[in-house]
């Protein structure tokens, strides 16, 4: 398969699974926005197809009257590509229909397989990069497709939730073993996409960095050592939370992760094949970075197994999952099709399980350049490196990322206080 072949495989299976992604959905389901940092279904269909015209073919000179009247609805937070809707009243734009989108969608699919098949040798490598970017960019909102419906649903009535999925696969283990530490030599380490291979501009420079001895938890904290901090007062007590932290509890009211619910005595969680008991066993999922550092805090006061118990940083991740030999062949990611995490099993060889797929894991990293970083050029500039502020790293990938989208250099970044994420926690200490 050459160059142009491969363009094409690739650009049409990622553009036809955001549209079998579609498929469960009713029409009303694609225009809610429950809260401003969920988009409607609808807006993410429009804007992916915006991104490609945006940078492929406007620049290419394959624009349409629809692309200019479109422009401003369907532009994210890109300054240079022009003026854009606020992102909190997507939700509230009955036009285009859901009927216009897909219409707008198969134009700008239509121009691009033309583009790829009739560019020159230079224009296509040129396309390589875009259209790997594209790619790598409508998986990031397949991604946060699945949490974002997930958040939609929920905000029905309890007895008027839909299920997104018909059935969801439960993995029922035998109980675990407790959780315990496993230790990491520190030294001189290498940092970044090692691996080689096309990756995102904050992935790089690689670079060597300093790593003292550490150890990280050999699995994901679960939904039952959770329940033990909730239990001991975990929302309730501030001495486990940051400050900012503590406001978010006071201010949200937060009492239990994101879709828990106390029914006659039981936590049930909603999930995206409706509602059932919490699992134990599972992965907690749905906290955010002051849930994760309240509960390290509370656990190293608690267990003395667990003295200065911490979130690592996300070198200490980086190294443990290459040491770990983490595998995305054996992870629990989108292609699995459970949509929610799983148990814990033992991995051949691997010293820690769980490093990739199930739940994103919060770090302590906030979200900054690596040394020598440079930014994607042209508009492409406002990608990653203009949010490295106020954010905190996640690593791992989850439940909910396709398999070939994470590798063990990737940098996902949320704001602390997000929780709608399918995100987790993992315990470290020096």
């Not at 700008?108 to 259209?131: H, K, N, P, Q, W």
């Not at 033990?228 to 009492?255: A, C, T």
């Not at 909910?400 to 989208?405: A, G, K, M, Q």
């Not at 949320?414 to 987790?424: D, I, L, M």
Request: one cysteine or more; glycine letters at 8%; a negative charge.
């Amino acid at each position: 398969m050459d160059r142009r072949e491969k363009l094409l495989a690739m650009f049409g299976k990622v553009r036809q699974a955001s549209l079998d992604m579609c498929a469960p959905l009713s029409p009303e389901d694609y225009q809610v926005q429950p809260v401003e940092e969920v988009s409607p279904p609808k807006w993410n269909l429009g804007h992916t197809s915006w991104f490609f015209w945006r940078f492929i073919l406007c620049p290419q000179g394959l624009s349409s009257p629809l692309d200019d009247s479109y422009a401003y609805l369907l532009n994210s937070y890109y300054h240079r590509a022009g003026p854009r809707n606020l992102r909190g009243r997507r939700g509230l734009i009955t036009r285009p229909t859901i009927d216009q989108i897909y219409q707008y969608r198969k134009s700008v699919d239509d121009r691009m397989e033309r583009l790829i098949t009739t560019a020159g040798e230079e224009t296509l490598e040129e396309l390589d990069f875009l259209i790997t970017v594209g790619k790598n960019h409508e998986q990031q909102h397949q991604e946060l497709f699945r949490t974002e419906i997930k958040n939609i649903y929920y905000a029905n009535e309890p007895s008027l939730r839909p299920a997104y999925l018909s059935q969801c696969k439960h993995v029922l283990p035998a109980e675990a073993a407790n959780t315990r530490f496993v230790g990491f030599q520190g030294g001189d380490f290498e940092f970044g996409n090692t691996e080689g291979g096309w990756c995102w501009d904050n992935e790089l420079s690689t670079h060597k960095a300093f790593l003292g001895d550490f150890a990280l938890t050999d699995r994901l904290i679960t939904n039952g050592e959770f329940l033990d901090f909730m239990g001991d007062g975990g929302y309730s007590n501030p001495i486990f939370w940051l400050s900012d932290g503590w406001f978010e509890v006071k201010r949200q009211l937060w009492k239990a992760p994101l879709y828990w619910e106390r029914l006659d005595g039981k936590w049930w969680v909603f999930t995206l094949s409706g509602m059932r008991k919490v699992d134990l066993e599972e992965p907690v999922c749905h906290v955010s970075f002051y849930e994760a550092f309240a509960f390290a805090n509370w656990k190293s006061r608690v267990d003395s197994d667990f003295r200065g118990a911490r979130l690592p940083t996300e070198r200490e991740w980086e190294h443990a999952a290459r040491v770990s030999r983490a595998e995305t062949l054996s992870a629990n990611f989108a292609e699995e099709g459970r949509l929610h995490p799983a148990p814990a099993v033992p991995e051949k060889g691997a010293l820690s399980a769980q490093m990739l797929g199930d739940v994103w894991e919060w770090t302590s990293s906030h979200y900054e350049p690596y040394p020598g970083f440079q930014e994607f050029p042209g508009d492409l500039s406002e990608y990653n490196g203009k949010f490295m502020n106020n954010q905190r790293v996640l690593r791992g990938g989850s439940c909910s990322t396709p398999r070939d989208h994470i590798r063990l250099s990737y940098r996902n970044f949320w704001p602390p206080a997000t929780r709608f994420q399918f995100s987790g926690i993992r315990l470290a200490k020096d």
